[in-house]
């Protein structure tokens, strides 16, 4: 995996690296997402599904991301700047579900312990990923912001001649938001 900070050079789909730096989140501050995202519009439908996200400076915090204020001000932001920011996203490991947390509303299913901190997991020698139950979070987005979502990555799709790509991420949203319509 490839830092997207560093990714000129790089092969043509590469699997990136996003790391939020917690500075950009308390500051409001969007200057390395455009810098990512500039890059990954020039590479067009190669970009596709190559992007990994990870919310870095909350080592402390036991909370899901998707509870913390300040991460969810910041992704609704994002998602308002960049509405087809998830055309690029991977879903692997959950980067595309964890994105649609933040701006929509959740209602948790409990499974398992609760969360510690990534320091106490690491300290126990308990991988998170592989270790712990998945919770089961039930996402809805308010109809404005999935109209928003679609519009824009019906667009994008068409600018960069993957349509397909478009739908498949349409679907998925759909999917992981319970959305019949």
């Given amino acids: ?6 990714q000129s050079g ?3 789909g590469s699997l990136y ?12 501050s969007f200057a390395f997402m455009d810098i990512c995202l500039a890059y990954l519009n020039q590479q067009g439908p190669m970009a ?21 204020p300040e991460i969810r001000k910041w992704m609704t932001a994002l998602l308002q700047k960049y509405p087809y920011l998830l055309y690029f996203i991977n879903r692997s490991l959950d980067s595309h579900i964890n994105i649609l947390s933040c701006i929509g509303n959740v209602v948790i299913g409990h499974v398992g312990e609760p969360n510690l901190t990534p320091k106490e997991y ?3 020698g308990i991988n998170p990923l592989t270790d712990v139950a998945p919770r089961r979070l039930v996402i809805t987005l308010p109809d404005d912001i999935y109209a928003r979502m679609e519009t824009s990555l019906l667009d994008y799709g068409q ?6 790509g ?14 019949r319509n």
């Fill in 122 to 124: 690491v300290r126990r």
């Fill in 48 to 68: 596709a599904g190559t992007v990994i996200t990870m919310i870095d400076g909350y080592n402390d915090v036991a909370d899901d991301i998707y509870v913390i």
């Fill in 17 to 28: 690296l996003m790391q939020i730096a917690k500075t950009s989140i308390d500051q409001m």
């Fill in 1 to 6: 995996m490839i830092d997207l900070s560093e």
């Fill in 159 to 164: 600018r960069v001649k993957d349509p397909n």
């Fill in 10 to 12: 790089q092969p043509i």
């Fill in 166 to 179: 478009a739908y498949e991420t349409i679907k998925m949203i759909k999917i992981v938001t319970n959305r």
